[in-house]
């Protein structure tokens, strides 16, 4: 086990022997560790759907508990069901990752309000800023372009590091220079050309693999490894990741209580020893709390009825019209209104639904049927309302 103090409180992470060894290593002082460069061999000698950083019983833990049991819908449906959770989630889990200071609450009132927090640096509300428009991007209705390509990588860095970049040349764009990752003793690759290659060959390779799982670790290992842009990797890589899980339809990742430190030591464990173990610990854990919290979120929230968003607009045509002729929501004046605006085989349960909408007719409901309070309560003289359910 691993116990990571975090300002929320102390977080015990389930890790292997192997885990607690890359820990122990990249917890010692920098000048204990040996320096390290990019090993591209870790790049090359991964093969799709034959190499395997997530071991195949983990992988079938990860997708029964990522799966909702409902009906079938289409890509990315769940996390259009809860973007707004997942986008004030994501945005303050990741943007905390980088240090960023602003609560849940004050991130939530930024994304939703616009209301920005008092005594906060101005880069901090930037970053999360950027997350929101980066995580739109993700789950926005069209997803023909969004996948793991040259298109969306650099969009997400680009929305990312808007107005945070030195060189604003440098956002949505591979690194044609030199970089240094603080506190480690991590040297990247420098050729812009070499680069490039392995950016392309990343990305050709996460789109072989098969199981979103892999394909969604293989980049929080690799994009930050590669370092391919200037700064903004790790943030890319965490948006990355999520890309695979919403095209499967499966429980988004949003890193929600994930200590910072556990997350840095995984990150540096790959740097400086080219092991994934902790970093690997670290993911399933965060997405297995991101299940908890979206299956509570799921439950509390009541499925639309499909048939009543249908037929919506014809519901409140034929009830406005009884309701303004002064008639009784009887079955014939019901049949009647109804006629070539809903399909036979859906008029007994037509007429039902308008009947139990009378059922629940009142003052204070009227607005759903574009009815003012006059009309209202001038059908309910007429026709004795209250004897009719209203």
């Not at 409180?9 to 885990?19: E, F, M, N, P, R």
């Not at 994009?223 to 990355?240: G, H, I, M, T």
């Not at 994934?276 to 499925?303: G, K, M, P, T």
Request: glycine share 4%.
């Amino acid at each position: 086990m691993g116990r990571f103090e975090t300002p929320e409180g102390d977080v015990t992470i389930d890790l292997s022997s192997v885990a607690r060894d890359i820990l122990d290593y990249v917890s010692r002082p920098v000048a204990a560790r040996t320096p390290r460069g990019y090993e591209r061999r870790m790049l090359d000698d991964y093969v799709p759907n034959e190499s395997a950083y997530i071991p195949d019983n983990l992988k079938a833990h990860l997708n029964k508990i990522g799966k909702p049991i409902v009906a079938e819908r289409a890509a990315g449906t769940f996390a259009r069901d809860i973007l707004s959770r997942f986008l004030i989630d994501l945005s303050w889990a990741s943007s905390r990752l980088e240090g960023n200071t602003y609560s849940r609450l004050d991130t939530e009132r930024l994304i939703q309000f616009g209301q920005e927090a008092e005594g906060k640096d101005a880069k901090e509300t930037q970053m999360i800023l950027n997350h929101k428009a980066a995580i739109e991007l993700l789950v926005q209705e069209s997803t023909d372009d969004i996948g793991l390509n040259r298109f969306t990588l650099l969009n997400l860095h680009a929305l990312l590091s808007d107005n945070l970049m030195a060189d604003p040349e440098a956002s949505g764009s591979l690194r044609r220079r030199p970089v240094d990752i603080s506190g480690s003793v991590f040297t990247p690759l420098a050729v812009p050309q070499v680069i490039e290659e392995c950016f392309s060959l990343i990305l050709t390779k996460a789109g072989a693999i098969g199981d979103p799982f892999e394909r969604a670790f293989f980049m929080m290992v690799h994009l930050p490894y590669l370092q391919p842009f200037e700064d903004v990797n790790k943030r890319v890589s965490r948006l990355a990741a999520n890309i695979p899980l919403i095209r499967a339809d499966l429980w988004p990742l949003s890193f929600v209580d994930v200590p910072e430190r556990a997350y840095v030591a995984g990150t540096m464990g790959v740097y400086v020893l080219t092991r994934l173990e902790l970093l690997r610990d670290v993911f399933v854990w965060a997405y297995e709390r991101s299940c908890q919290r979206y299956v509570v979120i799921r439950d509390s929230v009541a499925e639309p009825d499909r048939f009543r968003m249908r037929y919506r607009e014809a519901l409140i045509d034929v009830i406005s019209q009884i309701v303004r002729e002064k008639k009784w929501p009887a079955e014939n004046e019901i049949l009647a209104l109804e006629d070539r605006i809903v399909e036979s085989r859906d008029v007994p349960k037509f007429v039902e639904t308008v009947s139990q909408e009378f059922r629940r007719l009142n003052e204070f409901n009227i607005s759903r049927y574009r009815l003012r309070l006059s009309e209202y309560w001038a059908w309910f003289r007429e026709t004795d309302g209250a004897d009719s359910g209203a």
